[in-house]
T-cell receptor, first 113, second 112 residues
Framework: DGGITQSPKYLFRKEGQNVTLSCEQNLNHDAMYWYRQDPGQGLRLIYYSQIVNDFQKGDIAEGYSVSREKKESFPLTVTSAQKNPTAFYLC????????????FGSGTRLTVV | AQSVSQHNHHVILSEAASLELGCNYSYGGTVNLFWYVQYPGQHLQLLLKYFSGDPLVKGIKGFEAEFIKSKFSFNLRKPSVQWSDTAEYFCAVSTGFQKLVFGTGTRLLVSP
């Protein structure tokens, strides 16, 4: 079945460490997105990518970095510069140019200890 | 910049009650509108969407939403809720390219 796989489901990180969250899709979607979900704040866009080797900052990109070397993969690195990294992170993908909405992954819950 | 407002943060209903969740957006041009649902422990799923045509849109599980352009609104409705509708509901808007802007969500609790 086609879908989006995020791993790991739960992740613990020590303060000052970088950590990379994985997102893989086999839907042949062009566009991929990373959102952060916090209680009472909805989903806020971190980064998005419309095509391979290209990506743009979203509304809350500070302290995060991404790469898009393959169409299927869009990993997110949470760096030590992110002041409040504990959150639920959601990856999504969509077909470019057609407003079909997103397909979401099941998310990664990151906790900084 | 676009923004989406969901004024009801928490809603508590009894089974069989009717549901209406408000969603207002700020953008003067053509918009695509979505409602997503997140059941406890599950990923976000698309409930329904509006691009053009009939402003009354029917989605899955008996949900519907009405686009009222003059009010910049896209309220979600269900005539009779069930306990299984307990979830968090998100309204979202996109213009042109699909970058979605989400509202802050409404947590619905349906008591049996």
């Amino acid at each position: 079945d086609g879908g989006i796989t995020q791993s790991p489901k739960y992740l613990f990180r020590k303060e000052g460490q970088n950590v990379t969250l994985s997102c893989e899709q086999n839907l042949n979607h062009d566009a991929m997105y990373w959102y952060r979900q916090d209680p009472g704040q909805g989903l806020r866009l971190i980064y998005y990518s419309q095509i391979v080797n290209d990506f743009q900052k979203g509304d809350i990109a500070e302290g995060y970095s991404v790469s898009r070397e393959k169409k299927e993969s869009f990993p997110l690195t949470v760096t030590s510069a992110q002041k409040n990294p504990t959150a639920f992170y959601l990856c999504a993908s969509s077909i470019e140019g057609i407003p079909t909405g997103y397909t979401f992954g099941s998310g990664t819950r990151l906790t900084v200890v | 910049a676009q923004s989406v407002s969901q004024h009801n943060h928490h809603v508590i209903l009894s089974e069989a009650a009717s549901l209406e969740l408000g969603c207002n957006y700020s953008y003067g041009g053509t918009v695509n509108l979505f409602w997503y649902v997140q059941y406890p422990g599950q990923h976000l799923q698309l409930l329904l969407k509006y691009f053009s045509g009939d402003p009354l849109v029917k989605g899955i599980k008996g949900f519907e939403a009405e686009f009222i352009k003059s009010k910049f609104s896209f309220n979600l409705r269900k005539p009779s809720v069930q306990w299984s509708d307990t979830a968090e509901y998100f309204c979202a808007v996109s213009t042109g390219f699909q970058k979605l802007v989400f509202g802050t969500g409404t947590r619905l609790l349906v008591s049996p």
